[in-house]
């Protein structure tokens, strides 16, 4: 059974920075594409960050130049680093891959989440 894990959610103050992570464990052959997303009170999920097996990375607007998602392949494991974070950051963070499973059948995997609130 595979499953993702995030950390590294919390508090911070508007300005500082937090670094998320999320490993993926269980049986399986491959981890295709790796990502973030958020989801605040009352709006949809949306798209942060995207980063491809080969280290193609992929920002929503409202990320970039502050956000860096990078990951392990050796440990099976995505970054999301944070810088100047604002209130509007404030969500629930999921992690998300694309996983070949031992049946060569691809799935979207989803971890469970994590909370940041920026907030002074």
């Known amino acids: 059974q595979v499953q993702l894990a995030e950390s590294g959610g919390g508090l911070v103050q508007p300005g500082g920075s937090l670094r998320l992570s999320c490993a993926a464990s269980g049986s399986f052959f491959a981890i295709n594409t790796m990502g973030w997303y958020r989801q605040a009170p009352g709006k949809q999920r949306e798209l942060v960050a995207t980063?491809?097996?080969?280290?193609?990375?992929n920002y929503a607007d409202s990320a970039k130049g502050r956000f860096t998602i990078s990951r392990d392949n050796a440990k099976n494991t995505v970054f999301l680093q944070m810088n100047s974070l604002k209130p509007e950051d404030t969500a629930v963070y999921y992690c998300?891959?694309?996983?070949?499973?031992?049946?060569?059948?691809?799935?979207?995997?989803w971890g469970q989440g994590t909370q940041v609130t920026v907030s002074s």
């Open positions: 998300n891959a694309e996983i070949k499973t031992l049946s060569y059948n691809v799935y979207t995997f």
């Open positions: 980063i491809t097996t080969s280290g193609i990375t």
